[in-house]
């Protein structure tokens, strides 16, 4: 996917963006305005509360321009996740104007204005040129507006300090793709980093010196493997060079952020491209604690590469993803591995062998393992066990004696998916897969018919428009028995319940991506602590 659009209908531009690249490389910054008439950007696409929000910020005086992944994604000709807008209005300032407004972050301030199941992300200009910065000195400049901390590895852990203007706004952001800003009044493209240029060379390129910019935050690393896998972008050889040896960086990013990383690379539809892009990059085996020998191994490989497509068709058919599944998948050969050696020595020392005891404490073992570098929340940790659990239940040479207990997790179905996967590697489980379909049909059909039931019988649930993606979550007569397994978890996450508590306008889905986004902010600033 590249953008040549421009190319295509005006075969000077190409030339002119050339041109303009090559002055970039040579000198840093080189700005480049495009007309409407040179881009043929499609504006109609664009979100009506970004324009709303830009509009309004310009009558109150301010600059205001759409910048990010709306305009990249438009450019190539698809519809964007989210629109971010960069102003040199205050968070204070853009709050006033907008009563629908909340400021994210304390240390490193943005702003989410909310337009039912849509927000808009409102971030200050940031300025100072961030090789300048001070190692472990905040630096005031001019007063409050400056402030900028850097840790002695490079790592940026304090950015409050805006800027007045887009050029130095765009040397802050990560790679040239996503620095080019579109003012909405004029139509007018803005690129000083030859973005545009990237664009239709299908190049994924970061701004400034790349190990610089990668200590100043490792996760811009996996930020071009996501984009590089999403786009079908090469990361250039500068770009790319510097991965290799920064990937040790990652281990210094707070684990939470990195969960949330992660749930972005595998859960967003592009499993198994990022997963190939991943490991040609050597970065796999920093996201998850797999030993590097399994992973070398053909049939693990293999394992992974058809269940992240299979991932990624569940994306494409509107199936939930979810993460516990996602790292269940994943560890599964670490934790089956595992426990296989240590059966065994188990059985050559003649003790008995309590098979309960010894899956709760591999699962714990190789989850808590992953805990150190993607802090998973409890539930997702509770959810893995189980789910490995089941495969045991699955497997079992009576499987008549246990369909009623089976069955009856919550969690059955999607360890019949898992089991379904490794079937398609283990010839010895299909008779199996063909025992536990039709009970799986018989509980598919009946949480559909329960979720129909209760929509028919909660209509004024539905209509508060606090229902969101927990409504299924909080049915009765299933029973979690993940309870007692490993280690005890409440029923339904903490986030979740201190979700339903707040008063907000917005549904529950929509409250649920603030929060990520806002976190996520908060994160790539290493301000989580
Ligand atoms: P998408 O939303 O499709 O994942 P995006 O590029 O919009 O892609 P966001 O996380 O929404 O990604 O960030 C919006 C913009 O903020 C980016 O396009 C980039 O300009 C800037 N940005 C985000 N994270 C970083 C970072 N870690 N370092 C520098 N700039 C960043
Ligand atoms: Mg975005």
């Not at 269940?328 to 240590?342: D, K």
């Not at 379909?437 to 509980?443: E, N």
Request: hydrophobic share 35%; net charge positive.
């Amino acid at each position: 996917m590249r953008y040549t659009k421009i190319s295509a209908l005006n075969p000077g531009l190409n030339d002119l963006l050339k041109k303009n690249k090559a002055q970039v490389v040579k000198n840093g910054q080189q700005k480049l305005v495009l007309t409407a008439d040179q881009h043929h950007l499609p504006t109609e696409k664009i979100s009506k509360s970004a324009v709303k929000v830009i509009k309004r910020l310009k009558q109150a005086g301010f600059e205001a321009y759409l910048v990010g992944g709306g305009v990249r994604d438009l450019l190539l000709g698809k519809t964007p996740k989210d629109f971010d807008v960069s102003t040199n209005a205050t968070p204070e300032q853009v709050r006033r104007l907008f009563n629908n407004a909340r400021i994210i972050g304390r240390r490193f301030k943005i702003v989410h204005i909310i337009y039912n199941n849509e927000i808009i992300e409102v971030t200050t200009f940031r300025g100072g040129n961030s090789t300048q910065l001070q190692v472990d000195t905040p630096i005031s400049l001019n007063g409050k507006r400056y402030e900028v901390q850097v840790n002695p590895d490079g790592m940026l852990v304090r950015d409050n300090s805006y800027g007045t203007n887009i050029k130095d706004d765009a040397q802050r952001r990560d790679f040239t793709i996503n620095a080019i800003y579109l003012d909405i009044q004029t139509g007018e493209l803005i690129d000083f980093h030859g973005g545009l240029y990237d664009l239709t060379q299908g190049v994924i390129d970061i701004i400034g010196d790349p190990e610089t910019r990668y200590r100043e935050d490792p996760v811009r690393i996996l930020r071009a493997a996501r984009f590089s896998a999403k786009l079908g972008f090469k990361i250039s050889k500068r770009t790319v060079q510097m991965i290799g040896p920064c990937a040790n960086l990652l281990h210094s990013v707070a684990p939470a952020r990195m969960y949330d990383e992660v749930n972005k690379l595998f859960l967003t539809g592009h499993a198994q491209a990022t997963f190939k892009v991943l490991t040609a990059l050597g970065l796999f085996t920093h996201l998850f604690s797999i030993s590097p020998m399994l992973l070398n191994s053909s049939v693990c490989r293999s394992f992974l590469d058809h269940a992240f497509a299979s991932t990624d068709q569940r994306f494409k058919e509107n199936k939930c993803n979810k993460p516990h599944f996602l790292y269940a998948i994943v560890l599964w050969n670490e934790f089956i591995w595992n426990f296989y050696q240590q059966r065994d020595e188990l059985l050559l020392s003649a003790d008995d062998i309590n098979y309960k005891d010894l899956i709760s404490y591999l699962a714990s073992k190789v989850v808590i393992q992953q805990y150190q570098i993607t802090a998973m929340p409890e539930q997702i940790i509770n959810s893995i066990a189980l789910l490995w659990r089941l495969q045991f239940l699955l497997e079992t040479k009576e499987p008549d004696k246990y369909v009623r207990e089976t069955t009856s997790y919550h969690a059955f179905r999607a360890a019949f998916d898992l089991f379904k996967l490794r079937a398609e590697f283990d010839p010895n489980l299909r008779s199996r897969v063909d025992f536990w379909q039709p009970h799986y049909d018989r509980c598919k059909a009946e949480s559909e018919r329960r979720r129909l039931n209760d929509q028919n019988r909660q209509p004024e649930r539905r209509s508060n428009g606090n229902e969101g993606s927990n409504s299924r979550r909080s049915r009765p007569e299933r029973r979690d028995r993940s309870r007692g397994f490993g280690n005890s978890a409440p029923r339904r996450d903490g986030a979740g319940d201190q979700e339903r508590a707040q008063n907000f306008e917005e549904n529950a889905a929509s409250r649920q991506k603030r929060i990520n986004k806002a976190r996520s902010w908060r994160q790539a600033m290493n301000l989580e602590p």
